[in-house]
């Protein structure tokens, strides 16, 4: 089928419909399920047949994001579900690393765990995928990015710096009443939900002006504080809590 019709790339340079690629792409997302949800080659060739017929018909040339939405369609159209997800979270993690210029593992691993709870939670169901499943894919992924930039924000921050050195200096009792602890437990969390990819512990922990603030306050009144343990603590036991301090800093920012 001769299409005159010109496609729009996400630069503005506008070109040739390709009939091939679109078929190629259907292609390299059903090789990614198993036979058993397969679409065959003739729904393959059907499917860009027709959008080749859609495109033909316009009166304008058309962007290829409209294309790629016209394949998410056709490939639900034939019932290819599983296909269509696939299909969804290439063209999604292309798009990512596309405005980021990054192909970050922990996002892309991500993604894969997010493509998983979909599945189980469609498995006895058509899942809706143009909208429903690219919209959950990239909140879940705002969501990862926001406790990775505050870990990091964390770690390079000055104040809790401070705070974590002098943490080991502080009574227990004057830890808990100031709320040092719960500070440090709460970014340490946060931590460990990231590298477990804990999107609903991201959630809980990924609260920055709450923490803004409470790292303010705690870090404010620990040096309202007259002396952290001075009198307390011997000549000796002051040096081996400055190497405890240093090695739980050297621990958290490594």
């Known amino acids: 089928m001769l299409v005159k019709t010109k496609v729009i790339k ?5 070109v040739g419909f390709d009939l091939e690629k679109i078929e190629n792409a259907i292609r390299a997302a059903n090789e990614e399920v198993d036979n058993i949800y397969k679409l065959n080659e003739f729904q393959v060739r059907a499917i860009a047949d027709d959008i080749a017929g859609q495109v033909k018909k316009s009166t304008h040339a058309i962007h290829v994001e409209d294309i ?14 599983e296909v269509a997800q696939k299909y969804v979270r290439y063209r999604y993690k ?58 990091k924000k964390y770690k390079q921050s000055q104040q809790f710096r401070y705070v974590l050195v002098k943490r080991p200096q502080i009574r227990e009792t004057d830890r ?32 920055e002006d ?20 001075k009198g307390v603590e011997s000549a000796g036991n002051k040096k081996r809590s400055s190497w405890k301090n240093q090695m739980i800093l050297e621990e958290f920012i490594r």
């Open 10 to 14: 996400r630069n503005g340079e506008e």
């Open 68 to 81: 790629q939405d016209m394949v998410e369609t056709g490939i639900m159209g034939m019932r290819g579900y």
């Open 94 to 151: 292309r798009e990512l690393a596309r405005k980021s210029n990054t192909t970050d593992n922990g996002i892309l691993a991500l993604i894969d765990n997010i493509n998983e709870e979909v599945n189980q939670e469609n498995s006895n169901k058509n899942p809706v995928i143009n909208s429903t499943q690219r919209d959950y894919m990239a909140g879940e992924v705002e969501i990862f990015e926001t406790a990775q930039r505050l870990v």
């Open 176 to 207: 808990r009443k100031l709320q040092v602890d719960l500070l440090v437990g709460k970014i340490q969390k946060l931590e460990v939900c990231v590298k477990r990819k804990d999107i609903l512990g991201m959630r809980i922990f990924s609260k």
């Open 210 to 229: 709450e923490l803004d603030k409470m790292l303010a306050e705690v870090y404010q009144k620990i040096k309202e504080l007259p002396r952290i343990n």
